[in-house]
Every structure is written in C-alpha cells, then in structure tokens.
C-alpha cells in the first residue's frame, strides 16, 4: 500500500548535553519517510531551497523513497536550530527560520492524489486541510500538530480533526486542545471532536492510545544510550503507519501492534544525532528489538 507524507524537510543545528551538530538533515517529512521506508512505499511533498544538499535528495531515493512530490525552490531551506538539557522530553528553540517553508503551500501531484495512508505533519491547519481536498480518500489520515497552531488556529485544527482517524500529539499539547489536566479526559474530549483514535506521545515515559471504546499503554522501550530526541515522534509515526501498510489489517489489536514497531523505530532514532541511526539499522534490528520489546513487557 502506498504512503504519502506532507511535512518539512530542514537542516538543524542540534545541541544537547552529548555533543552539538550543525547544519544536520532534519525536517517531519524526513524521519517520517525514513521511518516507514523500512515497511512500505512513502512519498515526500515537502521543499527545500537551492542550498539542500543533493546527497539527501539521493539518499531518499536509495532508500525507495518517492522524492516528485518534493519541491526546490528558489531560496534557502528551513532551518531550526535547538537545545535539549538533560531532560531531553523538552526542545527549548534557539532560532526558527522558515525560509521557502514560509509559502509552502502544498500541491499534490495527480500520480499522488490516491494514497492509501495520509500523514499530515506539523504544519498550518489551513494547508492540512487544504491537502485533504486534494486527495482521494485514504484508508488512514493521521495528523499531528503542536501549541503554536492549538493557540493561533484553533477553529482550523478543530474543523481538521473531524476529518481525520487518528490524530497524535504530545501530553501538552493534548492538555491545551482538551483544556483537561488529567490524559484520559482530555483524550476523550479530543475523539469527541471527530477523530477515531488520539495517540498522546510521552517521550521517555511512553505513549497513550485512545479509541471510543478502548485504551492502550505503551512504555519507550530502554535505552542506555540516548543522544538527540529530534524527530522521534515523527519516527514513531512512520513506522507505526509504516506497519499499518505492510500488514493491510487495521483491527484494534494490529493497530496497537503498529504502535510498538512506532516506538521502536523512535527507540533508534535517538541514538544518534539526525537520522543517523536510522541509516544503520535493517528490518533485522527491528524484528530482534520487537522480539526484546515482547520479553520485558509480558507478565
């Protein structure tokens, strides 16, 4: 089954407590794709500036990632430049500059208007649903988003979420859409806007899943080396929808099956800055990291 993702594709400066890398490849788009490249076919509608380096156009495509839908355009690329403490739950950001990502406005290619999964990252609401016009139906939408847009765009996010099945976003910010404290109600609050399941990501300490009639809890599996957070839930996404493609089935059960391959394609994300982890690794890592994930959760 086909995947299509509409998100960033940037170039980060990166500092935490282990090291600090400049100008690294980073972006929505990109640990999404990487992440569900391991599972299924994914195509990219993102855009750089002139200045991308076209090496990263030619590792998306060696790694069988469908790159027409990414656009260059005339300037320079996005850039975020942030630091993590040694509570790396949190991004504290230096500097944003948007660049060609300030009128991105995504238009989708005729050969891509009939995915069979649609993730919709974190950009404007407005150009969210804008891409959902375009498109034919998929059998999955899944949308994140982040405080900036439940603070400016309120009234837009709520009218995307009644058309869309599964949205995620962080423990905040699913207090801040719901206006709960506790993540059970405001969980419950968020479905009631219209999406079938919400996915609450809690970095270290796991993730939540709530349908209308079930929940499901997730610990992170443990690391003992942990160096960059960026984009981990941008890989738990991918490979979790990567997973949903692969396997065709979207009963309840598989779906919190697709939820641990998610965590575990985040798992390697972290351990390295960038997507550098994610480079290394074979289906082999991540069936030998599932079977360790199975062993420490069963009681």
């Known amino acids: 089954m086909s995947i299509l993702v509409i998100g960033s594709v940037a170039l980060d400066t990166v500092k935490t407590p282990?090291?600090?890398?400049?100008?690294i490849l980073g972006g929505s788009a990109t640990f999404f794709s990487l992440a569900a490249s391991f599972f299924d076919k994914v195509d990219i509608v993102a855009v750089?500036?002139?200045d991308f380096p076209k090496r990263y156009l030619t590792m998306f495509k060696k790694r069988?990632?469908?790159i027409d839908g990414l656009t260059v355009a005339?300037?320079?690329t996005f850039r975020w430049e942030g630091r993590y403490d040694y509570d790396l739950n949190t991004a504290h950001t230096i500097a944003t500059h948007l660049n060609v990502f300030s009128n991105f406005n995504p238009q989708i290619l005729k050969k891509l208007r009939n995915p069979d999964f649609l993730?919709?990252?974190?950009?404007?609401p407005d150009l969210q649903y804008s891409v959902l016009k375009q498109v034919k139906r998929p059998k999955v939408v899944a949308c994140d988003s982040m405080n900036y847009w439940i603070e400016t765009k309120r009234r837009s996010l709520e009218k995307l979420l009644d058309k869309i099945?599964?949205?995620?976003?962080?423990?905040?910010?699913?207090?801040q859409l719901s206006g709960e404290s506790n993540l059970l109600k405001a969980a419950q609050l968020i479905i009631s806007f219209g999406p079938k399941a919400v996915i609450i990501k809690r970095g270290e300490y796991g993730v939540l899943y709530f349908s209308k009639n079930t929940h499901f809890i997730a610990p992170a599996y443990l690391l003992e080396t942990v160096y960059d957070p960026t984009g981990a839930g941008d890989t738990f996404a991918g490979g979790m929808m990567g997973y949903l493609a692969r396997s065709r089935i979207l009963s309840e059960s598989n779906i919190r099956k697709s939820i641990i391959y998610g965590s575990i394609m985040a798992s390697f994300a972290v351990e390295d800055f960038s997507v550098n982890r994610l480079l290394e690794i074979s289906r082999k890592d991540l069936e030998d990291r599932f079977s360790a994930f199975?062993?420490?959760?069963r009681f």
């Not at 993730?119 to 404007?124: G, K, M, Q």
């Not at 099945?165 to 207090?175: F, G, K, P, Q, S």
């Not at 199975?294 to 959760?297: A, E, G, L, Q």
């Open 18 to 23: 282990f090291g600090k890398k400049e100008e």
């Open 48 to 50: 750089v500036g002139e």
């Open 294 to 297: 199975r062993r420490i959760t």
């Open 165 to 175: 099945d599964i949205m995620l976003l962080n423990d905040a910010e699913a207090r």
């Open 119 to 124: 993730f919709l990252a974190n950009i404007d």
């Open 64 to 66: 069988g990632i469908g």
């Open 74 to 76: 005339k300037g320079k």
